[in-house]
């Protein structure tokens, strides 16, 4: 599954990706005017529309003996896509990881345990106020998959350009962290001194030297 999303997100099948890619625009550009439930009911509508028909032709042709009687989707009903019960524990335990993972993560953000993530949650929460002022969830997916399809595709062309972007942005990000870091440092107070325990045994008196005697 991995490698074909790759396949379409890269463009190496150009009428697949192109096929794909225009499906989920006009399908969310539908959207904007339409609701959820009407958008895949006249989708269904549509699909059934073009199946019906070559169904019932292929149904005639048998009947005035034209064609030997073979399904024209048969392909498709063939093709298994069960799971099985390996596959489904698979991904059973996939999701609980993740939500697992997005739970702790939060909470590592939600209560301080590092100074820094935690400044920039507040700073992506942030700026995500502003996002949502300008846009919906809606335009926010539609632009997601037209980045998805589109960002691939301009980076194998000027790779080497944006190469160079990316590292310069990055030495720019690691002096700005190793600036907040040197900041939170200097702020951080420094640790209060361990209190003696009043337990401790009291240190032994030093022992003072003999006198060495006095030979005749």
């Not at 700073?123 to 106020?129: A, H, K, N, R």
Request: net charge positive; proline share 6%.
């Amino acid at each position: 599954m991995a490698s074909k999303v790759l396949d379409l997100l890269y463009w190496r099948d150009v009428g697949t990706t192109g096929l794909v890619f225009t499906g989920l625009v006009v399908g969310l550009a539908c959207l904007f005017q339409l609701s959820t439930i009407t958008a895949l009911s006249n989708l269904g509508l549509g699909i059934m529309a073009f199946t019906l028909p070559i169904r019932f032709l292929y149904k005639a042709m048998v009947l005035v003996r034209l064609s030997d009687g073979s399904h024209p989707f048969q392909s498709y009903l063939d093709e298994d896509r069960t799971l099985t019960d390996e596959d489904t524990v698979r991904m059973a335990e996939q999701i609980v990881l993740l939500i697992a993972t997005a739970v702790t993560e939060l909470k590592r953000l939600f209560f301080i345990e590092s100074i820094m993530d935690s400044v920039k949650f507040v700073v992506f929460l942030y700026l995500l106020t502003y996002v949502g002022v300008q846009a919906n969830g809606l335009t926010l997916v539609m632009t997601g998959v037209i980045c998805a399809f589109s960002l691939p595709l301009l980076y194998r062309l000027q790779q080497a350009r944006i190469d160079k972007i990316v590292k310069a942005i990055r030495k720019l990000v690691g002096k700005i962290t190793e600036i907040v870091d040197f900041v939170v440092l200097l702020v951080k107070p420094p640790p209060a001194p361990a209190p003696a325990s009043a337990s401790a045994p009291a240190p032994s008196p030093a022992p003072t030297p003999k006198q060495k005697q006095k030979t005749k």
